[in-house]
Nanobody
């Protein structure tokens, strides 16, 4: 069974940078598309970024393009999200997700991802 464990969240100031990590285990995780989503109270889960199994392609949500960078280390089975120029509206629980399909698509719908981490809170103070 695939397990995803996020880390790296916290309380930061607007304009700061932050790095999130997601440790994946329990299967051929390096063979699958993985992504980051976020959810704030009262809002739907929002696609942030995704990358193909080999990290060669990435896709980003419109709200984060230019500030967020997704990457992965398949030797260590870790997915990363680097965030710069944080804004208060980036405050949310950030989730790591894995799409257990052997393809090279990067869906933006949460329904396309079968496995999820427990989430890590990112709070941006102004």
């Amino acid at each position: 069974q695939v397990q995803l464990v996020e880390s790296g969240g916290g309380l930061v100031l607007a304009g700061d940078s932050l790095g999130l990590s997601c440790a994946a285990s329990g299967g051929p995780v390096s063979s699958y598309t993985m992504g980051w989503f976020r959810q704030s109270p009262g809002k739907e889960r929002e696609f942030v970024a995704g990358t193909t199994w080999n990290g060669e392609r990435a896709n980003y949500g419109d709200a984060v393009k230019g500030r967020f960078t997704i990457s992965r280390n398949n030797d260590q089975n870790i997915l990363y999200l680097h965030i710069r120029s944080l804004k208060p509206e980036d405050t949310a629980v950030y989730y790591c997700a894995l799409r257990a399909k052997f393809d090279v698509t990067i869906p933006m719908s949460a329904n396309e991802y079968e496995f999820w981490g427990q989430g890590t809170q990112v709070t941006v103070s102004s």
